[in-house]
């Protein structure tokens, strides 16, 4: 549909020859995370986990979004991240930073042992590495 040799590209690039033709963000932040360093893929996973864990779950949200009242955080949700969803990597990295206290706490209380990571030094500035270099890709 919109092929090179015969689609969309093709006839727009007829029409208007200085036209440039370009993937969508998430075509880009899809190949980034596919080849990326094991370790910052790792890093990536867990923060998918953490988040899938709070959300996966109505009652689990809706406590987690009491918490972040009860808190005072800017922010009371997390954004949901799945592989097929249009929302970018970068916004779902940026907001676990944004909420990292409020989320170790909230894994804390359920006994979950992601809680570790969101006290690791190391770990973090690797999740504020992902968060800064999905934002960019996100332009």
């Keep these: 549909m919109s092929g090179k040799n015969s689609g969309l590209v093709t006839r727009v690039q007829a029409l208007a020859p200085q036209a440039i033709w370009t993937h969508c963000m998430i075509q880009r932040q899809a190949r980034v995370a596919?080849?990326?360093?094991?370790?910052?893929?790792q890093v990536l996973d867990e923060a998918v986990r953490i988040v899938n864990f709070i959300k996966a779950h109505l009652t689990s949200a809706c406590l987690f979004g009491v918490l972040c009242d009860e808190m005072g955080a800017e922010n009371r949700q997390l954004l949901y991240h799945m592989e097929v969803c249009c929302l970018s990597r970068g916004k779902v990295l940026n907001r676990l930073f944004e909420l990292?206290?409020?989320?170790?706490?909230?894994?804390?209380?359920?006994?979950?042992?992601?809680?570790?990571?969101l006290v690791d030094a190391k770990w973090l500035a690797l999740l504020a590495y992902l968060a800064d270099i999905f934002d960019l890709l996100n332009i």
């Design 34 to 41: 596919k080849k990326m360093p094991s370790v910052l893929k």
């Design 100 to 117: 990292r206290e409020e989320v170790r706490i909230f894994l804390s209380d359920n006994n979950s042992l992601l809680a570790e990571k």
